[in-house]
């Protein structure tokens, strides 16, 4: 699969570098989400009431540290053990 997907890209890219006679490389690598970021942002954690806003907005923006906290956490008076 990810041959093809190589493939696809220098057919894509084609008319712009090889048929130009230029030099080309592609690489496709899978970058850990910690060395992400979006329009500047870090992403937010997972399941994080930030990470459901920007979905909801679609768009990366800043965010608090009370955002980072998971969407559905629950705190409650006696449970002290968490």
Known sequence: MREW???TLDE?????VK???YDWEISID???F???SLQGEILPPFESAAEKRWIEENKASPY???EKLPGNLV???G???R
């Open 34 to 36: 910690d060395l992400w």
């Open 5 to 7: 997907w190589v493939r």
């Open 19 to 21: 048929d130009r006679g």
């Open 12 to 16: 894509l890219i084609a008319p712009f």
């Open 64 to 66: 608090t540290s009370a």
């Open 30 to 32: 899978e970058t850990p």
């Open 75 to 77: 705190f409650n008076p």
């Open 79 to 81: 449970i002290a053990d």
